[in-house]
């Protein structure tokens, strides 16, 4: 088992360069099902979600090349197989990116049901409602979908995708990547827009299909029999710089992000503004972020994007711990992504959960202790409050945090902070 210790300390102070996106490499990797060619991505993230994906693709027939740390080249070499198995899925719930690519091309795909996880039930009906209208058949079958295409190829369609809690951005990705094969034209309104859903279109253009609307609510698709290989750079990760900006200004202190996109980052920037953040003009995607003074209180809201994002909600709650004065977060998103308050008031902190929204009130210090990583951004906000709290945290769980930040103890220790990952035997019991 594995803990990471950090001994809260001072300012974090250097530079910092931000990896590829963990949730712009997933949907490209499962688009090269679609490709009759060579597919390369580069800026691809060192991370095990990447690694159990084309674990994945391996078993579909896809052969996967390591070119490198950050680069993968694919082809397809056999449709034979077409099952993604529960041991794989259970792993990552971004499996399910395997269905839309499969049944478009192949005709017949078998795809466990991912399951929940901590930020919720995780539903996908809005996966199979999109395919659905582009006239795949699907039944539950044993904890699997099974989707087929009669006469093996899918039909365009209009299709509705919003959801209750607005876009989806795995059912926009599902139903686009199963729409350019779709025979005639598809339209897809209230997709999701955030910049992971335009670097697929963009790629899946790249690679010949005729997608309109890209970065709007409205993508409109024109389906082509085949598709060739294609190269694309993977985005940097806005989660990652956002989590890296609020670990600058929770500790007073002053870093340079590398190759960061601010411009997917405005709500986030917005918000951190409000605190008492700086952020320096773009130069060569490079930003400066600080924070000079105390850290303000706010009231923000996640939202699909261009709003707050969902996966930034644990890190800023864990900052405003420490804030001079009252903050409330509510969750549009996941409203039960809140596991993280129980671990935070372990730590100290002065928070509570009003049904889908968390209230913070600043505290002056935070204590080091145990703490659980309930999701892989949870895990991260719990590393960011040992940054600053008091003596030494240990961070249990880890595997969720390495599912979505690169190095992060050495990215963490470049910056100055005081943190280690220690291996300990799985007889190791946290204290009741
Ligand atoms: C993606 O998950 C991200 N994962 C999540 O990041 C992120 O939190 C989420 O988008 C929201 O931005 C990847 O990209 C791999 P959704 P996804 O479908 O696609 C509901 C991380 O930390 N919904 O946009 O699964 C759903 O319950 C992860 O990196 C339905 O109701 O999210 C949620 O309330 C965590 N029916 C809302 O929509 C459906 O069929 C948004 O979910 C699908 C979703």
């Given at each position: 088992m594995e803990h990471l210790v950090v001994t809260g300390g001072g300012p974090l102070e250097g530079s910092v360069r931000i990896s590829g996106s963990k949730n712009g490499a997933l949907p490209l990797l499962a688009a090269t099902l679609l490709s009759d060619g060579r597919c390369t991505l580069t800026n691809v993230p060192n991370l095990t979600d990447i690694g159990n994906l084309c674990e994945l693709l391996s078993e579909v027939g896809v052969s996967v090349d390591r070119l490198g740390p950050h680069a993968i080249s694919t082809r397809v070499?056999?449709?034979?197989?077409?099952?993604?198995?529960?041991?794989?899925?259970?792993?990552?719930?971004?499996?399910?990116?395997?269905?839309?690519?499969?049944?478009?091309?192949?005709?017949?795909?078998?795809?466990?049901?991912?399951?929940?996880?901590?930020?919720g039930l995780r539903p996908v009906d809005l996966h199979l409602k999109g395919l659905r209208a582009l006239g795949a058949e699907i039944e539950l079958d044993h904890g699997y979908i099974v989707a087929k295409a009669p006469k093996g190829r899918l039909q365009g369609n209009r299709v509705f995708l919003g959801g209750p809690m607005g876009s989806s951005v795995g059912a926009t990705c599902n139903v686009l990547m199963a729409a350019v094969l779709a025979d005639g034209k598809s339209v897809i309104e209230g997709a999701a827009c955030e910049p992971e859903v335009v670097e697929l279109a963009n790629f899946l253009n790249a690679m010949g299909a005729t997608i309109e609307g890209i970065g709007t609510p409205r993508l409109?698709?024109?389906?082509?029999?085949?598709?060739?290989?294609?190269?694309?750079?993977?985005?940097?990760?806005?989660?990652?710089?956002?989590?890296?900006?609020?670990?600058?200004?929770?500790?007073?202190?002053?870093?340079?992000?590398?190759?960061?996109?601010?411009?997917?980052?405005?709500?986030?920037?917005?918000?951190?503004?409000?605190?008492?953040?700086?952020?320096?003009?773009?130069?060569?995607?490079?930003?400066?972020?600080?924070?000079?003074?105390?850290?303000?209180?706010?009231?923000?809201?996640?939202?699909?994007?261009?709003?707050?994002?969902?996966?930034?909600q644990s890190p800023l709650i864990a900052m405003?711990?420490?804030?001079?004065?009252?903050?409330?977060?509510?969750?549009?998103?996941?409203p039960d992504r809140f596991m993280h308050l129980a671990e935070l008031q372990r730590m100290g902190a002065d928070v509570m959960k009003e049904g889908s929204s968390a209230v913070i009130r600043g505290v002056e210090r935070l204590k080091g202790t145990d703490v659980d990583a309930t999701d892989l951004r949870a895990g991260a906000a719990l590393v960011l409050a040992g940054l600053v709290a008091e003596g030494t945290t240990r961070l249990h769980k880890v595997y969720h945090v390495d599912r979505g930040y690169e190095d992060f103890e050495a990215k963490l220790t470049g910056l100055g902070a005081n943190i280690h990952r220690e291996i300990v035997s799985a007889s190791y019991k946290r204290a009741a």
């Open positions: 070499t056999s449709e034979a197989n077409s099952v993604a198995r529960y041991e794989l899925v259970s792993r990552m719930r971004a499996s399910i990116y395997l269905l839309g690519p499969l049944v478009a091309k192949r005709g017949f795909a078998r795809v466990s049901l991912p399951g929940g996880c901590v930020i409109v698709i024109t389906g082509v029999p085949s598709l060739g290989g294609a190269r694309q750079r993977v985005i940097p990760d806005r989660i990652e710089a956002g989590t890296y900006a609020i670990a600058a200004g929770m500790t007073g202190g002053d870093v340079r992000l590398e190759d960061v996109r601010l411009d997917h980052l405005g709500a986030v920037v917005d918000t951190l503004e409000k605190v008492g953040f700086e952020f320096s003009e773009p130069e060569e995607d490079v930003v400066r972020v600080r924070c000079p003074g105390p850290l303000q209180p706010v009231r923000t809201t996640t939202l699909t994007y261009p709003g707050y994002p969902t996966d930034l405003l711990t420490k804030a001079d004065g009252i903050s409330v977060v509510s969750e549009k998103i996941y």
